[in-house]
């Protein structure tokens, strides 16, 4: 098991942007953190009021938005235009090409986000877009898968790859397992609190790889311990 302290990640800071990098992105690089699996990108990104992200391009890439706190507008060139608030995650498959813009729309508030991207499972696709509201009260004590592969029995995103993202809100006595498969690798993201994870505790911005197949433990170690999980080809 491999610990990613919050403070190791890469920093950017240009006075309406504060975000932190789990993996080499933009004018941080760094060769030991490249990505994890198919995981390529966490961004930890925190957005003055009314700024943003102007119109700018995307391919052949799954990218998927988590807003912790505040709202975030969303335009893009298959014409959606959204407002994206906390307990809903949006799914956008680059396909073989999207445009979009993200901005803060309020003037008073920053908007806290998470950006993943997750590298396809196949080029060249038909770009898509979708959002869903993923309710906190229905996330405690519990893993809610929101994005991955076709499956039935829940509600998740479909993204274009055989890796799985999912959501947790645990409560300081709350604990949950996960089984990880053969094969597979779990990359655990700390949105914010404290928990144990197979006995290491772990705070917000902090997160943790593991590779070894078996049930994975998390325990809650503050109130409002958000998480989100991905189970990795």
């Known amino acids: 098991m491999y610990i990613r302290k919050s403070n190791d990640r890469g920093l950017t800071e240009i006075g309406w942007l504060y975000s932190r990098h789990s993996f080499s992105f933009g004018e941080y690089y760094d060769p030991r953190h490249m990505g994890f699996r ?10 003055a009021p ?5 119109m700018h391009g995307h391919r052949d890439m799954e990218i998927i938005t988590v807003v912790v706190e ?3 507008e969303h335009k893009d060139s298959l014409g959606h235009g959204e407002i994206l608030r906390p307990g809903e995650v ?15 729309p309020s003037p008073t508030n920053p908007v806290h986000l998470i950006q993943i ?9 038909q770009p898509a877009y979708a959002q869903r509201a993923f309710p906190i009260a229905d996330r405690v004590d519990r893993l809610v898968r929101v994005a991955g592969p076709a499956r039935e029995g829940d509600e998740a995103l479909l ?4 890796s799985h993202v999912y959501v947790s809100s645990l409560s300081a006595s709350g604990e949950i397992s996960f089984d990880l ?26 997160a943790v ?25």
């Not at 799914?91 to 803060?104: D, K």
């Not at 993204?159 to 055989?162: A, C, G």
């Not at 590779?211 to 080809?233: C, N, V, W, Y």
Request: hydrophobic residues 35%; proline residues 1%.
């Open 117 to 125: 991207w997750i590298e396809t499972q196949q080029d060249g696709l």
């Open 90 to 104: 949006q799914v956008m498959s680059a396909g073989r090409g999207i445009r979009h813009s993200e901005f803060n």
């Open 50 to 54: 009314g700024k943003g992200f102007g």
């Open 181 to 206: 498969k053969d094969g597979r690798g779990a990359w655990i993201h700390i949105v914010q609190g404290s928990c144990l994870i197979n006995g290491s505790e772990v705070n917000g911005g902090d």
């Open 159 to 162: 993204i274009n790859q055989d």
């Open 38 to 47: 198919t995981l390529r990108v966490i961004n930890d990104d925190i957005i």
């Open 70 to 72: 505040g709202e975030l």
């Open 209 to 233: 790889a593991i590779e070894q197949p078996g049930s994975i433990s998390i325990k809650g170690a503050a109130d409002s311990t958000e998480l989100i999980m991905f189970d990795l080809r």
